[in-house]
């Protein structure tokens, strides 16, 4: 993935809300957040584009990973077998066939990990993408809002010749509501922080039982336990038929 696309989902991600609010106020326009939301969107389309395709290549690889896994393990019972029966030339070429199979099971499972974490690098960024993108159309009603309300004082007051008499009122008015936007603003960051915390934590998680699990199956080969298991499962299968 490009960096340079990365870097401009982080610039919107990262965007400072406050200052884009501040400036819609001051300029009284909400031109600005158009823009980040023109931006954002066309943007999440292309994030979401490149989430499928990394996402099927994640896919294919994990296919042909288990694929060579796969092959490798009959490999390697047959290896066992040839040696019993002191077919020595068979052993050596199945061994050799074993190594080229696990050493591709091996390089596709490295891409497969890779491209996993690249896929979730761009489920995050879409996660928080969408929540800022979201925080900002809702405020943008609030701030469209909040200058229509000053137009209307301003122009009551000009009309009324009365201007020194209302400038407390409308100011306080508008103080108040610019206030509850900084505020959901803030609790806007807030939960999109805790969200991409629980995101990280949880690809952790996963990233870490699949090395788990890779290891314990090897342990389970190296010591013959899969094939205990399986001796158990017919045991208990021919009981059952009794």
Do not use: P, W
Request: proline content about 0%.
């Amino acid at each position: 993935m490009a960096q340079s696309f990365f870097q401009k989902i982080d610039t919107l991600i990262k965007a400072n809300l406050h200052a884009m609010v501040d400036k819609a106020l001051d300029s009284n326009s909400v031109a600005v957040l158009d823009e980040y939301i023109r931006q954002a969107e066309n943007n999440l389309d292309d994030l979401e584009d490149a989430l499928i395709t990394v996402k099927g290549q994640v896919k294919t690889l994990k296919r042909k990973y288990d694929t060579f896994k796969a092959e490798a393990e009959s490999l390697d019972r047959d290896i066992d077998r040839l040696l019993g029966l002191g077919k020595e030339d068979l052993a050596m070429a199945a061994q050799s066939q074993y190594n080229s199979k696990i050493d591709m099971a091996d390089e596709y499972r490295q891409q497969y990990m890779r491209q996993k974490v690249e896929a979730d690098k761009l489920a995050d960024a879409r996660l928080k993408l969408e929540a800022r993108l979201r925080t900002i159309k809702q405020e943008r009603e609030h701030v469209l809002g909040l200058l229509e309300l000053a137009k209307s004082k301003e122009i009551a007051a000009k009309s009324m010749k009365s201007l020194d008499s209302l400038e407390g009122v409308g100011d306080s008015d508008i103080a108040r509501v610019a206030d509850k936007i900084r505020a959901r603003l803030d609790r806007a960051d807030a939960e999109v922080e805790m969200r991409a915390d629980r995101l990280g934590n949880q690809m952790d998680d996963v990233l870490g039982r699949d090395r788990l699990d890779s290891q314990l199956e090897e342990r389970r080969r190296r010591l013959g336990l899969e094939a205990e298991e399986a001796e158990a499962d017919e045991e208990a299968s021919s009981l059952e038929d009794f």
